[in-house]
C-alpha cells in the first residue's frame, strides 16, 4: 500500500526559479489537498480538489498553481520561486465526506535561495 | 470561518504520567474534530475523530479525546505516557458543510523517562 506519495523529498531552488511538486495516491480517494507546514504556524491549506477537473483555493494560493486531470494526481506548480515559499510541503487525500481522516505523505522540504 | 487554537506550545510530561494536550475550536456550525500526530520528517498521521455521538472518543495508541461542547473544546487525553509518545500533535477542525481541514499551530510532547 503506497498511500500518499510526494515526490521529490528535497530541494533548493533559486528565487525567479520554477518547479512541480508531485503528489499521487492510490486510494481512489476523491479529495485531495496541498498543505505548506511553518514552524509554530501549523499548516496552512494552498489548495484542494473534489475530483477530477476540480480544483479551489485555499488559505493560502499566492504563488501556486495547481490542476488535477486524474483522480490519482494533484500537482503543485511554483512560477517564480520567492524565499517565502521556503517550507514543508504536505500532500493529503481523503475519500470525502466530513468525518472521513485525511492520508498524508510524507512531504517534501524545499529552500528558496 | 472555522479556527483552531492550542494554547501550549509544548508539553512535557514524566513518563507513566497522564498527559492532556489542549484544543479548542470555533466554528458555526456543527463540528467534526480531528486530531493528527507528526513525528520527525514524517508526514501526519491520524490518531482519532469526534463526529457525533458519545463526547469520549477512543483513538490509536492508547490515546482518547474529549468533546466539551459548552467549552469549545477537544482535549487529548492519555492515561499513562511513553517515551515514544514524543511527537508534534495537531488538532484539526472542519465544519459541518465545509470542505476544508483547519489546523492549529501544533503542540510538541516531550516525554522524560
Known amino acids: 500500500n503506497a498511500g500518499v506519495t510526494q515526490t521529490p523529498k528535497f530541494r533548493i531552488l533559486k528565487i525567479g526559479q520554477s518547479m512541480t511538486l508531485q503528489c499521487a495516491q492510490d486510494m481512489n480517494h476523491n479529495y485531495m489537498y496541498w498543505y505548506r507546514q511553518d514552524p509554530g504556524m501549523g499548516l496552512k491549506l494552498i489548495y484542494y480538489s473534489v475530483g477530477a477537473g476540480i480544483t479551489d483555493k485555499g488559505e493560502v494560493p499566492n504563488g501556486y498553481n495547481v490542476s488535477r486531470s486524474t483522480t490519482e494526481d494533484f500537482p503543485l506548480r511554483l512560477e517564480l520561486a520567492a524565499p517565502s515559499q521556503t517550507s514543508v510541503y504536505f500532500c493529503a487525500s481523503n475519500v470525502g465526506g466530513l468525518n472521513t481522516e485525511a492520508f498524508f505523505g510524507q512531504g517534501t522540504r524545499l529552500t528558496v535561495v | 470561518a472555522q479556527s483552531v487554537a492550542q494554547p501550549e506550545d509544548q508539553v512535557n510530561v514524566a513518563e507513566g504520567n497522564p498527559l492532556t494536550v489542549k484544543c479548542t475550536y470555533s466554528?458555526?456550525?456543527?463540528?467534526?474534530l480531528f486530531w493528527y500526530v507528526q513525528y520527525p520528517n514524517r508526514g501526519l498521521q491520524f490518531l482519532l475523530k469526534y463526529i457525533t455521538g458519545d463526547n469520549l472518543v477512543k483513538g490509536s495508541y492508547g490515546f482518547e479525546a474529549e468533546f466539551n461542547k459548552s467549552q469549545t473544546s477537544f482535549h487529548l487525553k492519555k492515561p499513562s505516557a511513553l517515551v515514544s509518545d514524543s511527537a508534534l500533535y495537531f488538532c484539526a477542525v472542519r465544519e459541518g458543510g465545509g470542505n476544508k481541514l483547519v489546523f492549529g499551530a501544533g503542540t510538541i510532547l516531550r516525554v522524560k523517562s
Open positions: 466554528v458555526s456550525g456543527n463540528p467534526y
